[in-house]
């Protein structure tokens, strides 16, 4: 009897596991399904598991329409964004666990209240300032509000690692004639690499995913891959098989790198975790 309780919680677990899986998976499931049917096979609610496959939706959105410019948007924003944030929220962190100055701690709890501020919130403030500084409209626009957007999540991912590195190999390298750049940059930023390549997934994947902001601050020359599939929803119907081709081309690169880098992920976000 003793054996049969472990296995019947085993099991109850791991169905648990599978039912949420395929709830998670339906979705996508579901549009890579639409995107591979024609207009007239997607609402044919007999043909919904069996229909003719084609590829007329991806040509289309790759040949056709301006996927290309869309696509090279998407990258600039989101790999520059990561990198400023990558570099501006190590030497945040670093500068709030190194160093004691006068309202620390309000600086720290502040970094952390502002990530939950909501994006939509966000769009309307942003609009007016950057159309006076004349980033309305412009890549680095975007650059920079993901930037800042991003920052707070990095510095406490850093934070644990950062704690968690011995000071007395900075205090060698200083011996040894280093200054405190070089110190950061030689000794401290190679120790943070797990944490450096989870926050750098994660901070891609809200750049290359967030919708609101790109919609309100971007024109027909500097949209992203998300607000060009609003395109595909018009006044005389909504493009489904075009929409849906769309949104598996954007949910590629997140999901592979994700898929790829998952260990990386739980060890960049575990490893770094300190009590206190």
Request: glycine share 6%; with cysteine; proline share 5%.
């Amino acid at each position: 009897m003793s054996d049969e309780r472990p296995k019947a919680a085993s099991l109850s677990h791991y169905a648990v596991l599978v039912a949420l899986a395929l709830v998670c998976l339906g979705p996508i499931l579901l549009m890579a399904m639409t995107s591979l049917k024609v207009q007239a096979d997607i609402f044919a609610s007999p043909s919904f598991w069996f229909f003719a496959p084609t590829l007329q939706n991806y040509r289309a959105v790759l040949v056709e329409d301006s996927f290309g410019r869309f696509l090279g948007n998407s990258l600039i924003v989101a790999s520059v964004s990561t990198v400023l944030t990558l570099v501006a929220g190590a030497m945040a962190a670093y500068a709030i666990v190194r160093f004691r100055f006068r309202g620390r701690a309000v600086v720290s709890w502040a970094t952390l209240l502002l990530r939950s501020v909501p994006l939509a919130v966000l769009a309307v403030p942003v609009f007016g300032i950057w159309e006076q500084f004349g980033l309305l409209n412009s890549l680095w626009g975007l650059i920079l509000l993901y930037t800042a957007v991003n920052l707070p999540f990095t510095i406490w991912v850093l934070y644990g690692f950062i704690a968690q590195i011995p000071h007395e190999l900075e205090e060698a390298a200083l011996i040894d004639g280093c200054g405190p750049l070089r110190v950061f940059f030689a000794v401290v930023l190679p120790l943070l690499r797990p944490g450096l390549a989870a926050a750098a997934i994660f901070t891609f994947r809200i750049a290359w995913n967030e919708f609101i902001l790109a919609l309100v601050l971007t024109n027909r020359a500097t949209r992203t891959l998300p607000v060009a599939a609003s395109l595909y929803i018009t006044d005389v119907g909504i493009e489904w098989g075009k929409l849906m081709a769309l949104g598996v081309l954007i949910a590629l690169p997140p999901l592979v790198v994700t898929l790829v880098a998952a260990r990386q992920i739980i060890a960049g976000l575990t490893a770094g975790a300190v009590k206190g």
